[in-house]
């Protein structure tokens, strides 16, 4: 196998040389990048007996890569929302004060907490340092920069506005955030309410009604079927309550690592489609985050088709998804854009009637800003509706479940007070 002879960075300042072993310039490359190394040379070497030159890669304990890393590598190498936000808004400050974007980039390097997201930058700033230009380095990283924050910084290098077109990215990011944390804050009593609901049975099945049950058993009377059903449950919950923990457990281990796929995704929409009302909050909130980055391509000047197509991506319903594509091929063959939406049913008669609107008054991107405003309006009316529903709801579920469970206990208790009467 040949060897090459490299030179590279390592970090934002460190140039390293070496050889090492590859079947071609590609692998040598990507083996550098294992090596979290940049190549600015890559050269093949005269001399065959060379061995390859590899930097050590230490194996760290669960306990050194830290929670934040192992998380990571669940999700499969993404940082997080929030540190893109960071880094998107401390980046539109500093070309605002008329920081150069590599002297910002390497601000931003050395202020960067988490130690994944560093070798980001650090791979940014050498792409850009190597002569691409700040969307194509960008693109090196599809799991962490969207194709809209992508398009977005594309089109701020072309206006030559890129404060303009980080300081949008902002907002729409903002906006994006609050209106994930709104409707999961709406959840969040549900949750812990319910989660006290399954502990409190959990409780009395494995350490009141053990108790009581022995109690029957020396009475010696014949009980109930209701209080028999219940003391098999608790004697089987008793037993193998671990391997329960346990089966949980691999539950939620196998939804974190199945999050995103196809399967789970057609599931989970498919029972959603059945809530009316949660049905109504998760299209509206489609429906927000498709208007908003939409608009937010047109007002930077990216062309509609393009901008159509680049939106659709932030879309997670299948069925719209594939509708918005149809859509953008009958804008191929030369159809209007509201007249490239009708007849497809995940589209909203509202939303094409206000698209139509826009296009006729040449206000598109403002036309849309309106109906995120609308959206965002159901949205809340959505939320308040279903936390009054689920909460009560909620309640009652536990209540007689708790209830039932209560009232089979007392039943032999008042056989055994009928008997002494």
Known sequence: MPTFKYKAKKGISEVVEGVLVAENKDDAANKLFDQKLFPIEI??????????????????AFNQVGLKSFLRRISKNKVSQKDVLLFTQ????????????????????????????????????????SGESFSEALEWFPKNFS???ISIVKAGEVSGNMEVALSQLTDFMQMRDNLKRKVLGALIYPFILSCVGVMSVFVILNFVIPRLGGIFNELGTSLPIATEIVLKISEITTKSWAWLVIALAIFIWAIILSKGSK????????????????????????MVNFSKSFGLLIRSGVPVLQSLETATLSISD????????????????????????????SLPGFFIKMVSVGEESGRLEEVLDEVVSSYHQQIDSDIGIITSIIE??????????????????????????????
């Open 43 to 60: 050269e093949p070497q005269v001399s065959s007996s060379s061995a390859e030159v590899v930097i050590p890669k230490k194996k760290k």
């Open 90 to 129: 401390n980046l539109a400050t500093l070309i605002r004060a008329k920081v150069e974007l590599l002297a910002g980039l390497k601000i931003l390097h050395e202020q960067a907490e988490d130690g994944f997201f560093k070798e980001v930058i650090t791979k940014i700033y050498n792409s850009i340092e």
């Open 147 to 149: 194709p809209l924050f």
């Open 263 to 286: 399967i789970l995704v057609v599931f989970s929409q498919r029972v959603v489609a059945k809530l009316p009302i949660l049905k109504r909050l998760v299209k509206n909130q489609e």
């Open 318 to 345: 299948l069925k719209m998804h594939e509708e918005l594509d149809e859509v953008a091929k009958r804008i191929k063959e030369g159809q209007k854009l509201s007249e490239a939406m009708i007849g497809f049913r």
């Open 392 to 421: 009560p709801v909620l309640i009652l579920v536990l209540g007689l479940i708790l209830g039932a469970i209560v009232i089979t206990i007392l039943l032999p208790i008042f056989q055994v007070t009928q008997m002494i009467h």
